[in-house]
């Protein structure tokens, strides 16, 4: 089965921007949908955005406007490009594989990676 794994966070102020990766270990086309998630301390893991094969997105309300979502099927990567970065938008940062049936992001079953920190300071 293919994993992912995700890189690319950091550190950044408040109005900043950073661009975080999912990388799968095979052929991306064997992934119906990717989701990205994250978890602030002290609080439940969030889906933040996803894309289907078909190259259609959704994203939370809280992000629409500054994140974008993409994949690279010639890299076999899923990005997540943040924009005007907030201190709220501090957490760790998931990928995770699924599928979209009837308009609706379904995550796989099995365990989470180790993600990606984010930390934006005001």
């Known amino acids: 089965q293919v994993q992912l794994v995700e890189s690319g966070g950091g550190l950044v102020q408040a109005g900043g921007s950073l661009r975080l990766s999912c990388a799968a270990s095979?052929?991306?086309?064997?992934?119906?949908?990717v989701g990205w998630y994250r978890q602030a301390p002290g609080k439940q893991r969030e889906l933040v955005a996803t894309?289907?094969?078909?190259?259609?997105?959704k994203y939370v309300d809280s992000v629409k406007g500054r994140f974008t979502i993409s994949r690279d099927n010639a890299k076999n990567t899923v990005y997540l490009q943040m924009n005007s970065l907030k201190p709220e938008d501090t957490a760790v940062y998931y990928c995770?594989?699924?599928?979209?049936?009837?308009?609706?992001?379904?995550?796989?079953?099995?365990?989470w990676g180790q993600g990606t920190q984010v930390t934006v300071s005001s």
């Open positions: 995770r594989r699924g599928a979209v049936r009837g308009g609706t992001y379904y995550p796989d079953f099995g365990s």
């Open positions: 095979g052929s991306i086309f064997s992934i119906n949908a």
């Open positions: 894309i289907a094969i078909s190259g259609l997105t």
